[in-house]
């Protein structure tokens, strides 16, 4: 969907947190959604099966729940990442639930978007709201601080399912908690050895073109 902030608030980001997504490009955000508001997105993965190990949930299947989904969309959050990663007011914003299943979710590192030429601006941004808790073992986002100012490729031998980077961290957080991104930070899943489930839907925002 293609959406236009230009007057909606812009309280998802103070100072702090906003130089700590320009130092490390990324932070953590406790407290983004309420209980009832997690409960009304826990009940979307309910009517959605499972894929190939890891289960995807599209806003545009949903029926009960969608109003919690949409809302999404005007997040303070997600609407001050956008201006404050991509300076845009206007962008692109796909919204989508992913839960690696037990023995599942490991990637290689990775960026939302290619590349970008020394001085160019940020392209991409992502916010993860976390439905379950994010711990060590159910597959949390590992994250490589400070690569987002890099503006070469990621080498091959870190782009592996089983690499490691010396200096990624695994970001857990509480039930309700959204985890910010730069777009073009080295990050990666990891699996899911918990026996447990790790629901949390991911909201990709774009500059637009």
């Known amino acids: 969907m293609e959406v236009d902030s230009e007057n909606a608030s812009s309280k998802g980001l103070g100072p702090t947190e906003r130089r700590t997504l320009d130092r490390e490009g990324y932070v953590l955000i406790p407290s983004a959604l309420d209980g009832s508001w997690v409960s009304e997105l826990l009940h979307a993965f309910d009517q959605s099966e499972e894929d190939g190990g890891t289960q995807h949930v599209e806003i545009g299947t949903l029926t009960k729940c969608r109003e919690a989904w949409d809302s999404l969309a005007s ?44 001085g160019a601006p940020f392209f991409a941004a992502t916010v ?78 774009r500059t637009k073109g």
């Open 75 to 118: 997040h303070p959050i997600i609407v001050e990442a956008a201006r404050h990663v991509l300076g845009h007011t206007s962008y692109v914003l796909d919204i989508h639930g992913r839960n690696p299943m037990p023995g599942f979710g490991q990637q290689g590192l990775h960026t939302d978007w290619k590349p970008r030429p020394s």
């Open 128 to 205: 993860i709201f976390m439905l379950d808790a994010f711990t060590e073992h159910n597959g949390a986002t590992r994250v490589v601080p400070g690569t987002h100012l890099v503006t070469a490729p990621i080498p091959k031998s870190y782009a592996q399912p089983l690499a490691h980077h010396p200096d990624e961290v695994a970001v857990t957080g509480a039930s309700g908690s959204a985890l910010v991104l730069n777009g073009h930070l080295w990050h990666s899943g990891t699996r899911n050895v918990s026996g447990g489930q790790r629901r949390a839907v991911q909201a990709a925002i």
